[in-house]
């Protein structure tokens, strides 16, 4: 199999495009690096697609290393035929290597090894064969043999059934066969073990749904459930029609002394051998593509929230709230540095309302606040009433907004919160991450691994290493997409640039605090462990905002410095004016990039991308996001009334819906049906994590606090 052409029609990408990306990926490149700087070698692949490839390539690699595993060990046990290494090497799967692996697999004693052992092979081919013109019985007779504990005719019997069974069950095109048919026409069925009780897998009670049909989240639910022990899930095959075919494939002639014994050794093969394996498989399989789906979705909603516009230049108030334990507060100016922190008590059992208004008063005067930022855990909503009732007792403009505070507990305990804020309290610490969550969203959430950042549904229940990888990669993709300042950025942020390990992000901020601000991106060669492969990886996302070289500040490539002078030289410009903002609109002077990117030696992909920097240096991709909703006013659930229209945020997309917030503390459901007119897949194809959506009101279920949505308005 050759891999880079499977690569390409598997993605839809041109041959060649695929082995520029494999040659790339093999020679150490990232994928941000790939993606931005060897547009020319890979015809522009984007990221996304980058990544699909790096995972298929992985796949097919392993695919066929364990192709070549087999085809040693049949050829070691003498038994290789050219036509099943034809059959192993077109394989496209590991399942079909390891069904037709099956067969030659050092096995462990079964109950056909045990009958060979027993001298019972040659009763098994006689009755195979079908040509035997008198009873079995007279037959089994011959191998009767006390001494290899076979004492009646019946017990041989037994025996060559067994082998036969065995031999059915590992046939290779039996089983593709039958697990074919399996998911096409089998069913998955689940009840409930006690169905009195009441849990969240009430419509799985009694649940019947087409393997073929089964929707990702319907998976993942019911082995939740199966693995709580409510539910019990068993798959319903085409029994049937199975056995039908089997018995066309092994009864090809009438013998009315082997047809019976044939047909019962069938009916045994498969469903003591095959089916409890096939179920298996088809099960793993579903779980494995729901999981990759489920994976997906998070990717996607975690992008979303790490590419939320940052609010600038505001000193926020970060606000944790609690009941018993107090409101822990944190005051966090415009660069993220940590002003002030107070405990207050405005909520139950303390209700100290009064006390806490007037050093919030004094808090806002003192440091200028404009913004609170409240996270929107336990004792959100009675702290949004307090904050309310304040904005209205004081003559200064301050606004609040309510933040996802996922994961923020996960970091305020974490060794790197320890580092960071000594000093603080776990409350403190949560406090100023939740402020600054506000300010510079992906700066903040890198501190947090992205499995605790809440976005994505069954995500414990998930093959954890692959969520782990996925999540690093949208991580990874999204921080290099944004590019970090050289001289703030925090190890955590500095990690996921291309190139950057764990040591190397340690060694770049001992180095800044040492040495002082880094005044040009040549320095970074200076840094312990950080050698040439991992400059020309990093150099391009590493900014310096007032460095000796302009170009330091954008994203233009330090190997692309001599064609970008020569390019400023003859639009007539000098490096000092990409400083000066003096280059907007030099794309107009461009009538041919071809043939000037000759002159410069660079590509036209690369000349187009260095001209967009340069009228716009260092630009944050993340401006054209939607920015959160600032509110000044409060609701609550019992003011909804169906047909109410509201604005709200998108907090979080799932396979059957999008979860939106429309500032009553309680996530409204917008199920995908009411989601668009037109028919849709995903709800991913209409919203996205971030969004401002408009939404109307369908129902609101104080007691079991639900609120049904719909964006059909």
């Not at 008063?361 to 009732?389: C, H, P």
């Not at 040009?520 to 905002?545: D, H, T, W």
């Not at 799932?654 to 009411?674: K, P, T, W």
């Not at 969004?691 to 639900?706: A, G, T």
């Amino acid at each position: 199999m050759e891999i880079t052409a499977v690569l390409a029609e598997e993605l839809g990408i041109k041959k060649q495009q695929a082995e520029a990306a494999v040659k790339l990926i093999d020679e150490g490149n990232t994928i941000p690096f790939i993606a931005r700087y060897r547009k020319e070698a890979t015809g522009a692949l984007n990221d996304e697609v980058l990544r699909s490839l790096y995972d298929r390539l992985n796949y097919l690699r392993n695919l066929e290393e364990k192709k070549q595993q087999v085809l040693a060990s049949i050829e070691e046990q003498g038994k290789l035929s050219d036509e099943l290494k034809a059959q192993i090497l077109a394989a496209e799967t590991m399942v079909v290597v390891d069904d037709l692996y099956r067969p030659y697999r050092p096995k462990r004693r079964t109950r056909a090894t045990i009958a060979k052992e027993k001298g019972l092979e040659p009763l098994a081919n006689v009755i195979s064969l079908q040509m035997i013109d008198h009873s079995l019985e007279e037959e089994a007779q011959n191998y009767v043999n006390p001494e290899k504990e076979v004492n009646t005719p019946q017990e041989a019997l037994e025996g060559a059934k067994d082998i036969i069974a065995e031999f059915i069950s590992d046939e290779a095109d039996y089983r593709i066969h039958i697990r074919e048919l399996t998911m096409k026409k089998g069913r998955i069925l689940s009840t409930a073990k006690d169905k009195e009780a009441e849990s969240v897998y009430e419509m799985y009670y009694e649940f019947e749904e087409g393997l073929s049909k089964l929707a990702g989240y319907r998976i993942l639910a019911l082995n939740r459930g199966e693995a709580e022990k409510i539910l019990t899930v068993k798959v319903e095959a085409p029994e049937e029609e199975v056995l039908r075919y089997l018995e066309k494939k092994i009864i090809t002639k009438d013998n009315g002394y082997t047809t019976p014994v044939l047909k019962d050794v069938i009916a045994d093969s498969y469903k003591r051998l095959i089916a409890p394996a096939i179920e298996r498989e088809i099960r793993n399989e579903l779980t494995e593509k729901a999981e990759d789906g489920a994976i997906k979705v998070f990717g996607k909603n975690l992008e979303q929230l790490l590419m939320q516009p940052p609010i600038t230049n505001q000193t926020v108030l970060g606000w944790d709230p609690a009941f018993r334990t107090g409101c822990k507060l944190a005051v966090v100016d415009a660069t993220g540095k940590v002003l002030d922190t107070v405990v207050i008590f405005p909520t139950a059992p303390q209700n100290k309302v009064e006390e806490s208004k007037k050093i919030l008063k004094q808090l806002i005067k003192k440091y200028n606040i404009t913004l609170i930022s409240v996270g929107n855990g336990t004792a959100s909503r009675e702290s949004e009433m307090v904050i309310v009732d304040l904005l209205k007792e004081i003559d200064t403009p301050v606004q609040y907004v309510i933040v996802n505070e996922a994961g923020a507990s996960v970091y305020s305990a974490s060794k790197l919160a320890t580092e960071e804020f000594p000093n603080f309290d776990v409350g403190q610490r949560s406090a100023a991450s939740i402020a600054r969550r506000l300010q510079d969203p992906l700066a903040e959430l890198v501190k947090i691994d992205p499995k605790s950042i809440g976005v994505g549904q069954y995500q414990h229940d998930m093959n954890q290493k692959k969520l782990g990888e996925a999540l690093g990669g949208v991580v990874e993709d999204c921080v290099n997409k944004v590019g970090v300042d050289l001289n703030t950025a925090s190890p955590s942020l500095l990690e996921y640039i291309s190139g950057i390990s764990k040591v190397i992000a340690k060694n770049i901020v001992a180095y800044r605090e040492e040495n002082g601000k880094f005044v040009s991106r040549n320095q970074l060669l200076k840094v312990a462990k950080l050698g040439p492969k991992a400059y020309e990886q990093c150099a391009g996302f590493m900014r310096i905002a007032d460095g000796e070289n302009p170009l330091d500040a954008t994203s233009v490539h330090p190997e692309s410095y001599d064609a970008t002078k020569k390019l400023l030289e003859r639009l007539g410009y000098k490096a000092e004016d990409i400083r000066e903002g003096n280059l907007k609109g030099i794309s107009k002077k461009i009538s041919d990039y071809k043939k000037l990117a000759e002159q410069l030696d660079i590509g036209v992909l690369t000349l187009e991308d260095i001209v967009k920097e340069l009228e716009k240096p260092a630009r944050d991709p993340r401006e054209d996001m939607p920015k959160p909703i600032l509110r000044s006013d409060v609701m609550e659930m019992k003011d909804l009334t169906p047909g109410m229209v509201l604005k709200g945020t998108v907090r979080n997309v799932i396979d059957f819906g999008a979860f939106v917030d429309i500032g009553v503390h309680q996530d409204g459901l917008v199920h995908i049906s009411q989601m668009s007119e037109k028919y849709i897949k995903h709800p991913l194809e209409v919203v996205s994590v971030g969004d401002i959506v408009e939404v109307k009101v369908i129902s609101v279920d104080l007691k079991k606090q639900r609120i049904q949505l719909t964006m059909k308005l």
